[in-house]
């Protein structure tokens, strides 16, 4: 291979380090690695930056706008109303949680649907007494499978569309995945509910409240003359309750909080926690505080800032800085009150803590705080309010769902490309009137784009330079005579472990080119490869890495890495036998 073959691989390799190392944002980073293969001449300006007006861009940008549009409808009452059906045991539910999921993520990008969905299975748990870690990952597992169904269901099917045709090769129709996908989807939905939840942490009773831990607010008095007036909040062993904790105190018309350990007790202040019932009991009987006059928990509910629900994304600049870096309360306008980091709660001198990807905050803020907030600048991947009403369904949601239909139709009978029938959605969803001004910038990922045009780029230097030409040949090289399933399970397992470690859309961007190559040499047919290789770029399930709605329930869920890889493998072998079966007997026997 020439030089810059090798150079572009040594960058790569580099990136990955810096990716699974952390060493700042992924969009960052493979910002820079793009940047390194510019400066070095291994590809030219146009090249490199072309990925901004490539189609496959505007399409997933587009299809942002779209789901965040049907989000405004109200549609997902009906998915409300599904999952209160009677019948409460594990398996019914995940039954009634990740089957909507599987068909929502068919035809909408999967990440606002697993956004939609994470508040709805927090109140399903707390209903049912079920532990939310039953159901987040499932939750995310369905999703993904689920938008291996169709074109549209996923940024990697569209991506890869796009590439094949860019190498002269028809591209992907809209259900040509389905093959695959629907199997997949299937049996993904039926091993979870049937077997596989029994693979997912169960947490103990005590630790299962967290939710509730966090929803629940009660205010204690300090009267005249208490032995504990005086003292500093650690002395009086109100700093750590263990269910339940401290988070603001009134004074007059002041308010403290976050509560230093320091903060000394004064007569006549008002105590707000956040904890359990039990917590307000204990402290009401070992201490002489007594409940605030007006405390009333209906009242409360109306009277008091909402908490809301915020998971940092991998693009977020918050990754790596402190809530005092980046004077959260002032820019934001809340208060982290927890941070939830995969099994563990996080609390105390918040801000003092670097944010990672995938940490959950718990935020109180005044109404209207997920509407702001939400997506912004690719700083969170949701942000939500516990749902206590069902949202109505709007008047206009039929000629939503008449307008999309008809674009699906047009693109199925050959009318409209992709690109234009995602935006002319898009546009439509603007046009009826569901997105405006700050709600349409929000709608769409601009850290996902940027990872998506910066892999692009990328994926470009790996053709140009030679490097796809180099692997392939080598691949073809230590594979010789072999059975086409053997060469294609080799390329399978390369694409899920790239994608596992840096993104699904980078994966298929880098992993495509060297696929092709490889199915010349080989003599396999190029399509047939390439649709196992985007599948394999979406099968996620082994870390919360590759995919972010794994990333986006770990917090939520309290996950650990170990949790993601002894429930996801099986589902990612059942996932790989299905796709070499599929493509073998189809495209390749």
Same mark, same amino acid.
């Given at each position: 291979?020439?030089?810059?073959?090798?150079?572009?691989?040594?960058?790569?390799?580099?990136?990955?380090?810096?990716?699974?190392?952390?060493?700042?944002?992924?969009?960052?980073?493979?910002?820079?690695?793009?940047?390194?293969?510019?400066?070095?001449?291994?590809?030219?300006?146009?090249?490199?930056?072309?990925?901004?007006?490539?189609?496959?861009?505007?399409? $997933? /940008? +587009?299809?942002?706008?779209?789901? =965040? %549009?049907?989000?405004?409808? &109200? !549609?997902?009452?009906?998915?409300?109303?599904? *999952?209160?059906?009677?019948?409460?045991?594990?398996?019914?539910?995940?039954?009634?949680?990740?089957?909507?999921?599987?068909?929502?993520?068919?035809?909408?990008?999967?990440?606002?649907?697993?956004?939609?969905?994470?508040?709805?299975?927090?109140?399903?748990?707390?209903?049912?007494?079920?532990?939310?870690?039953?159901?987040?990952?499932?939750?995310?597992?369905?999703?993904?499978?689920?938008?291996?169904?169709?074109?549209?269901?996923?940024?990697?099917?569209? $991506? /890869? +569309?796009?590439?094949?045709?860019? =190498? %002269?090769?028809?591209?992907? &129709? !809209?259900?040509?995945?389905?093959?695959?996908? *629907?199997?997949?989807?299937?049996?993904?939905?039926?091993?979870?509910?049937?077997?596989?939840?029994?693979?997912?942490?169960?947490?103990?009773?005590?630790?299962?409240?967290?939710?509730?831990?966090?929803?629940?607010?009660?205010?204690?008095?300090?009267?005249?003359?208490?032995?504990?007036?005086?003292?500093?909040?650690?002395?009086?062993?109100?700093?750590?309750?263990?269910?339940?904790?401290?988070?603001?105190?009134?004074?007059?018309?002041?308010?403290?909080?976050?509560?230093?350990?320091?903060?000394?007790?004064?007569?006549?202040?008002?105590?707000?926690?956040?904890?359990?019932?039990?917590?307000?009991?204990?402290?009401?009987?070992?201490?002489?505080?007594?409940?605030?006059?007006?405390?009333?928990?209906?009242?409360?509910?109306?009277?008091?800032?909402?908490?809301?629900?915020?998971?940092?994304?991998?693009?977020?600049?918050?990754?790596?800085?402190?809530?005092?870096?980046?004077?959260?309360?002032?820019?934001?306008?809340?208060?982290?009150?927890?941070?939830?980091?995969?099994?563990?709660?996080?609390?105390?001198?918040?801000?003092?803590?670097?944010?990672?990807?995938?940490?959950?905050?718990?935020?109180?803020?005044?109404?209207?705080?997920?509407?702001?907030?939400?997506?912004?600048?690719?700083?969170?991947?949701?942000?939500?309010?516990?749902?206590?009403?069902?949202?109505?369904?709007?008047?206009?949601?039929?000629?939503?769902?008449?307008?999309?239909?008809?674009?699906?139709?047009?693109?199925?009978?050959?009318?409209?490309?992709?690109?234009?029938?995602?935006?002319?959605?898009?546009?439509?969803?603007?046009?009826?009137?569901?997105?405006?001004?700050?709600?349409?910038?929000?709608?769409?990922?601009?850290?996902?784009?940027?990872?998506?045009?910066?892999?692009?780029?990328?994926?470009?230097?790996?053709?140009?330079?030679?490097?796809?030409?180099?692997?392939?040949?080598?691949?073809?090289?230590?594979?010789?005579?072999?059975?086409?399933?053997?060469?294609?399970?080799?390329?399978?397992?390369?694409?899920?472990?790239?994608?596992?470690?840096?993104?699904?859309?980078?994966?298929?961007?880098?992993?495509?080119?060297?696929?092709?190559?490889?199915?010349?040499?080989?003599?396999?047919?190029?399509?047939?490869?390439?649709?196992?290789?985007?599948?394999?770029?979406?099968?996620?399930?082994?870390?919360?890495?590759?995919?972010?709605?794994?990333?986006?329930?770990?917090?939520?869920?309290?996950?650990?890495?170990?949790?993601?890889?002894?429930?996801?493998?099986?589902?990612?072998?059942?996932?790989?036998?299905?796709?070499?079966?599929?493509?073998?007997?189809?495209?390749?026997?």
């Amino acid at each position: 291979m020439p030089w810059q073959a090798w150079f572009t691989l040594a960058t790569i390799l580099i990136m990955i380090v810096a990716l699974v190392r952390e060493w700042a944002r992924v969009d960052v980073t493979i910002l820079l690695a793009l940047g390194t293969l510019l400066l070095a001449g291994v590809v030219s300006p146009i090249e490199a930056f072309s990925g901004v007006a490539w189609e496959a861009v505007i399409t $997933i /940008a +587009s299809l942002y706008v779209v789901a =965040a %549009g049907i989000h405004q409808t &109200g !549609l997902l009452t009906w998915i409300d109303r599904w *999952l209160v059906q009677s019948g409460g045991t594990v398996t019914s539910l995940l039954f009634r949680v990740m089957t909507p999921a599987a068909v929502l993520s068919a035809f909408l990008n999967n990440t606002p649907v697993v956004a939609m969905l994470i508040p709805r299975m927090q109140a399903v748990a707390r209903k049912t007494g079920i532990s939310v870690s039953k159901l987040l990952m499932p939750l995310s597992f369905a999703a993904i499978a689920g938008g291996m169904i169709t074109l549209i269901g996923t940024s990697t099917n569209i $991506i /890869a +569309s796009s590439l094949i045709r860019e =190498a %002269g090769l028809q591209e992907f &129709g !809209l259900f040509e995945f389905a093959w695959i996908g *629907l199997p997949a989807a299937v049996l993904t939905v039926a091993y979870l509910s049937l077997v596989g939840h029994r693979l997912m942490p169960d947490t103990t009773p005590g630790d299962r409240d967290k939710a509730d831990t966090l929803n629940y607010r009660f205010r204690l008095c300090v009267p005249s003359g208490s032995p504990l007036a005086g003292m500093s909040i650690q002395k009086a062993n109100l700093r750590s309750l263990g269910d339940a904790y401290l988070v603001y105190i009134r004074r007059g018309q002041d308010t403290i909080g976050p509560v230093a350990p320091e903060e000394i007790i004064r007569e006549a202040d008002i105590l707000t926690f956040i904890g359990r019932t039990d917590a307000r009991e204990r402290l009401l009987r070992e201490t002489d505080f007594f409940a605030h006059p007006t405390e009333n928990e209906q009242d409360n509910q109306e009277t008091d800032p909402p908490l809301f629900q915020a998971v940092i994304s991998i693009n977020s600049t918050l990754a790596g800085k402190t809530l005092k870096d980046v004077s959260f309360r002032e820019k934001y306008e809340g208060v982290v009150l927890a941070i939830h980091r995969k099994d563990e709660s996080i609390r105390g001198a918040l801000g003092k803590v670097p944010l990672k990807p995938g940490d959950l905050l718990i935020i109180e803020a005044q109404k209207g705080f997920d509407h702001r907030w939400s997506q912004s600048e690719g700083d969170f991947y949701l942000v939500t309010q516990d749902i206590r009403k069902q949202q109505p369904i709007d008047e206009k949601t039929g000629l939503v769902l008449a307008m999309l239909a008809i674009l699906i139709i047009l693109h199925i009978v050959g009318v409209l490309p992709l690109s234009a029938a995602a935006f002319t959605g898009a546009l439509g969803m603007i046009l009826i009137g569901f997105l405006r001004g700050t709600q349409l910038r929000q709608s769409v990922d601009v850290g996902v784009i940027l990872t998506i045009t910066g892999a692009f780029g990328i994926g470009h230097a790996v053709q140009t330079s030679g490097l796809a030409t180099g692997l392939g040949h080598a691949i073809a090289t230590i594979l010789p005579g072999q059975h086409p399933l053997i060469a294609l399970l080799f390329l399978y397992l390369g694409t899920m472990l790239v994608t596992e470690i840096i993104t699904n859309s980078a994966a298929v961007v880098i992993m495509i080119p060297i696929a092709l190559v490889t199915a010349v040499d080989i003599g396999m047919e190029p399509r047939a490869v390439a649709l196992a290789v985007t599948i394999a770029a979406s099968a996620s399930f082994l870390s919360p890495l590759g995919y972010q709605t794994n990333l986006m329930v770990m917090g939520a869920g309290g996950y650990r890495f170990r949790d993601y890889f002894r429930a996801g493998l099986p589902v990612s072998i059942a996932v790989m036998a299905i796709t070499l079966t599929a493509v073998y007997l189809r495209w390749l026997g």
